[in-house]
């Protein structure tokens, strides 16, 4: 079997080693990975777990994050949640690598069990009955099947389906400040746009950054300056080099998810080329990495297209439409502050919100993790009724 991955992020590189390992021919088309990624970069302890030791067995360069502080500057008020294992004293189970780190101990293993990889730009795509051809900028290349993981921009999203509108995307937009770092993740909870500020701490520098709906109308340089900013007031990065980014980020609706463009004949979209990315953190490492694992063992099976649509929808999608569900509420001024007063107040609030920021906490069960703290106050409680009563059900499974 002959499969042409284009694209060699996490979703690429991933489903290429699984691939390669269990003996396909697998050719990656990328001419720009690795590279460094506008994201937060947090690596979770259940995105670790998917690559186990394939990345080999040095650790990863990385800042083990011990705490994440949520402020709010219209209240003057901060909290500091600690991402330590309770009562266990164990590393969080959060850490931010480097993406050229991350990323080139994936490709690496990749290489390693047999991918080959094509340092070159896919300029065009064609499907056929009897398989694909890719036109790159260093000729043509044919296979069986062909993977999209080349990002939100996807090309071959772009020849198989729908381009994602712009109400579909965000715009992340920031700085990478070199020679500054933490070991603490820092989000500033906003109301325009709605969403937050953050500041995650990398090996050697921190990546700050902002995000917006790419058609709420704000620009990406109004972002940044914005960002640019609050970097100046919390004077997190004193003295820092400031390189600038910016990056589409799918961001969709639980509509959205359920009328996902997954596969087709002899075509399967992973990562952020097919929209999984949570829509309230922006997190995409763990569904990307995931994605490409569910990829490879579609195809192997006697119907690829229908078996991959079908894996991530019952494995991925139910989490991601619930997040999707919460967006806009999370994101509401009312929310952030009775979220920040039950932070201030409740040990055992800050546990849960450790444990979502970790990866450790779904979507799914939080309302029930949350009543069962018995400590979050007739506010909170409140709060659950009127998210319930609006109509956001995921939050009673």
């Known amino acids: 079997m002959d499969v042409v991955i284009v694209g060699a992020g996490p979703a690429g590189a991933w489903a290429a080693y699984r691939l390669a390992r269990d003996g396909a021919r697998v050719t990656i088309v990328d001419g720009s990975h690795p590279r460094e990624k506008p994201c937060g970069g947090g690596v ?16 990863l360069p990385a800042r083990v994050v011990r705490s994440a502080r949520f402020t709010n500057a219209r209240a003057g008020s901060s909290a500091v949640v600690p991402l330590t294992a309770l009562g266990v004293g164990r590393a969080s189970d959060l850490v931010v690598a480097s993406r050229a780190d991350f990323d080139r101990r994936l490709l690496a293993a990749a290489r390693d069990a047999g991918a080959t990889l094509v340092e070159a730009r896919v300029r065009d795509l064609t499907i056929a009955d009897d398989g694909i051809v890719a036109e790159t900028t260093r000729g043509a290349i044919r296979g069986a099947f062909v993977i999209g993981a080349d990002g939100a921009n996807s090309l071959v999203r772009r020849r198989v389906g729908p381009p994602f509108r712009r109400d579909q995307l965000s715009i992340a937009t920031g700085y990478f400040a070199h020679g500054v ?14 969403g937050y500020i953050w500041s995650f ?13 790419a058609a709420s109308g704000i620009t990406a340089a109004a972002l940044r300056d914005r960002a640019s900013r609050w970097i100046e007031a919390s004077r997190i990065a004193i003295g820092a080099r400031l390189e600038p980014y910016s990056w589409p980020i799918p961001s969709l609706s639980a509509g959205d998810f359920g009328t996902l463009t997954l596969a087709g004949p002899r075509w399967l979209l992973v990562g952020d080329a097919a929209g999984l990315v949570d829509p309230i953190t922006r997190e995409g490492i763990f569904f ?6 569910l990829a490879a063992g579609a195809l192997r099976s006697a119907d690829p297209d229908h ?9 991925l999608v139910p989490e991601l439409a619930r997040a999707a569900g919460l967006q806009r509420r999370f994101f509401d001024p009312r929310f952030t502050h009775l979220m920040m007063d039950a932070l201030l107040e409740s040990a055992a609030i800050r546990r849960v919100m450790a444990d979502l920021v970790a990866g450790r906490q779904s979507y799914k069960g939080l309302r029930w993790r949350l009543a069962r703290t018995r400590e979050i106050g007739l506010a909170w409680r409140w709060l659950v009724v009127q998210l319930t009563l609006a109509g956001h059900t995921v939050l009673t499974e």
């Open 307 to 315: 078996a991959y649509a079908a894996a991530v929808r019952d494995d």
């Open 201 to 213: 701490p990398r090996p050697t520098h921190l990546a700050i950054g902002i995000c917006a709906g």
């Open 44 to 59: 979770t302890g259940r995105a670790l777990a998917i690559v186990g030791d394939a990345i080999g067995a040095a650790p």
């Open 181 to 194: 770092t933490s070991d603490e993740i820092v989000i500033e909870l906003v109301a325009d746009p709605p």
């Open 288 to 293: 990307a990495l995931r994605s490409g694992e």
